[in-house]
C-alpha cells in the first residue's frame, strides 16, 4: 500500500518541486540523488571518485507502465555508462549502475519478464563496454522468494553476483 502511495506522489510535479526544493528536505535529496540529468550523475561521480570513493547509480524509476518507458530507461542507463567511461570513471568496476528490474520492464502484464531479461542483458553488455562489472539489480524483484545473506544468484542476463538479503 505504502508503496503505491510514494509511486503516485513521485509521479506529481508539484509534490516532487516542492520536497526537492524545501529547505527542510533540500540536504536529504542532496546527499542520495546525483541530479536530474545523465551529465549531473558524472558529475557528481566524478567528486566521489577523487575523493577515493567506489559509486553505484541508479535511474529512479520503477513505475514503469509500457514497453516503450521500459526501452527508455534502458537507454538512459546506456547513455549514463557511455558516458562514465568516456570520463574514465568506470574501469575496474569504481562506478556502476544499479537496476531495478520492474524499472525496465519485469512489471509490465505482457511479457514482463522477457522484456527485463532482455534490457537488463543490453544494460550489462554496455556495462561491460565501459569497463565495469555488469549491472546488479537495486533489489531482488518480488517474483523470486528471498534470498539468504552471500547467496550467488543469477541476474536476468546471466551475470552471477552476490545478492545481500533484503
Do not use: F
Not at 84 to 108: D, F, I, Q, R
Amino acid at each position: 500500500m505504502l508503496r503505491r502511495v510514494l509511486l503516485a506522489a513521485s509521479a506529481s510535479p508539484r509534490l516532487r518541486q516542492i520536497v526537492t526544493t524545501a529547505p527542510a528536505t533540500r540536504a536529504i535529496v542532496d546527499s542520495y540523488v546525483a541530479g536530474e540529468t545523465a551529465d549531473d550523475a558524472v558529475r557528481v561521480t566524478r567528486a566521489l571518485r577523487a575523493a577515493g570513493l567506489l559509486v553505484s547509480l541508479d535511474y529512479l524509476g520503477e513505475d514503469t507502465k509500457d514497453e516503450a518507458q521500459a526501452t527508455a530507461v534502458t537507454q538512459e542507463y546506456m547513455q549514463l555508462l557511455g558516458k562514465l567511461a568516456a570520463e574514465g570513471l568506470t574501469h575496474g568496476g569504481a562506478a556502476e549502475v544499479s537496476v531495478k528490474p520492474t524499472a525496465v520492464g519485469l512489471g509490465l502484464a505482457e511479457h514482463g519478464e522477457k522484456t527485463a531479461a532482455e534490457n537488463v542483458a543490453r544494460i550489462c553488455a554496455a556495462a561491460r563496454s565501459a569497463g565495469t562489472r555488469g549491472a546488479r539489480p537495486a533489489r531482488p524483484p518480488r517474483l523470486h522468494p528471498p534470498r539468504r545473506r552471500h547467496r550467488p544468484h543469477r541476474h536476468p542476463a546471466g551475470e552471477l553476483d552476490e545478492a545481500p538479503s533484503r
